[in-house]
């Protein structure tokens, strides 16, 4: 049996996850679930896989979760210090599927374990590349890459070097406003971007795919795990998202990645590495699709790749300055305090910032300096965010 835990349970990539191990209930030992205010879905899991520790995010939603687990034998926790705790208890497989930032360091502690863990949160590379890949190196621990275009490349590359590699493309859909007129971009409300054209996924992943801020994640995200220039990792749209993923190599071959936009492929695929097992996902009938579709992202469309091309030349803590500000940026989206073409602008306001905080973004990489980085990031976001909503 397999020990296994999932962080952010109740979010879309945890619930594809779930699916797969309640298919396969006698070979997983469930160990930590954990989520958020849904401590509905939280519970009902939880017994369903009989998991030994329940987490909630959110200290005030402990006792309605305590309430949901009644008569059963599983642990009810709650807040930072129970999330710790789930990440520090011994487990061979660990989803890392909350969304954002605060997915960093339950991550960082089940490496500390030495777990295998299998990364759908992409700001942990973004913010802390160095730190997350030595500490895994120190403690023998395994990452492997569950965002789909990472696990595609990651699949290309089986038995060849991620160093010698020509390019990595890591493909988009171009997202909800991929074919809208420029200028209407800045009428763009929440609802509006939250609807993704071929993929169903959270609410701030889906905004993140409009901006095109996901795809500025995932080639930083791409540097820090392949550890391959930023000038290699191109973006390269592709409205059908069926290639997921192309690596080209020094001689001209292209490899590609093709399968239905379903997570639950790119899950199972760690789940099981390094075999391949049956997944319940769809086949392609290429005959029935018919053609594939590419074309060059606009920058003017996408300021995100750009800002995520400055990160990367940059080095150092820019990246966990530029994940922070737009975090905040997206939330004050959300809450319709900014327009959409002004997140753009609030990250680049924060990484300005960043420059101009002497060692700052050169500090040395510790959990301290990211989170610190972080912290100052969502001031200057928020900076931003209030001088134009005054
Ligand atoms: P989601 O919003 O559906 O779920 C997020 C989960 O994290 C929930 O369980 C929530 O309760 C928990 N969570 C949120 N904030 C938290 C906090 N502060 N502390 C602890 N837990 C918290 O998100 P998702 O779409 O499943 O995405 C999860 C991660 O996977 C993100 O980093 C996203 O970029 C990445 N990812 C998602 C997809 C996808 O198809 N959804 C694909 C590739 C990568
Ligand atoms: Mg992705």
Request: with cysteine.
């Amino acid at each position: 049996m397999r020990r296994v835990s999932i962080f952010g349970a109740t979010g879309s990539v945890g619930q594809s996850t779930i699916d797969l191990i309640a298919r396969a209930p006698e070979a997983y030992e469930v160990v930590a679930l954990t989520g958020g205010r849904n401590v509905a879905r939280l519970a009902a899991d939880a017994r369903r896989l009989n998991a030994r520790f329940a987490v909630t995010a959110h200290d005030e939603c402990l006792n309605d979760l305590r309430a949901a687990l009644d008569g059963t034998q599983i642990r009810a926790g709650a807040g930072q210090g129970a999330l710790k705790e789930a990440a520090a208890m011994p487990a061979d497989w660990v989803m890392s599927a909350i969304v954002g930032a605060a997915g960093l360091l339950p991550g960082l502690i089940a490496l500390e374990q030495g777990a295998t863990l299998a990364l759908a949160n992409k700001e942990t590379l973004v913010c802390a590349g160095p730190l997350v890949m030595e500490t895994a190196r120190r403690h023998g621990a395994t990452i492997l890459p569950v965002d789909s275009e990472h696990s595609a490349a990651f699949q290309c590359l089986a038995g060849e070097s991620a160093a010698d590699v020509e390019r990595l493309i890591l493909t988009a859909s171009g997202g909800a406003f991929r074919d809208w007129p420029l200028a209407r971009l800045a009428t763009a409300t929440p609802e509006q971007a939250a609807t993704h054209p071929n993929w169903v996924m959270g609410q701030r992943i889906t905004i993140d795919s409009a901006s095109m801020f996901n795809k500025a994640l995932e080639v930083i995200e791409a540097k820090e795990f392949f550890g391959i220039e930023g000038e290699r990792i191109e973006v390269l749209i592709h409205p059908e998202s069926l290639i997921h993923a192309m690596v080209g190599h020094a001689d001209g071959a292209l490899m590609a990645h093709l399968g239905a936009p379903d997570m639950r492929h790119a899950i199972g695929y760690a789940l099981n590495w390094p075999v391949r097992a049956d997944l319940p996902v769809a086949r392609l009938d290429l005959a029935e699709i018919g053609s594939l579709t590419f074309r060059r992202p606009d920058p003017a469309r996408y300021p995100a790749l750009d800002l995520a091309r400055q990160v990367m030349a940059r080095g150092g803590l820019a990246g966990a300055v530029l994940n922070a500000a737009k975090e905040r940026a997206l939330d004050a989206f959300i809450a319709r305090d900014l327009p959409f073409t002004g997140m753009a602008d609030a990250v680049a306001f924060a990484l300005d910032r960043a420059e101009g905080e002497p060692g700052l973004i050169d500090a040395e990489f510790t959990l301290d300096s990211v989170l610190r980085a972080d912290r100052m990031a969502r001031d200057w976001a928020d900076a931003y965010i209030h001088k134009q909503s005054v």
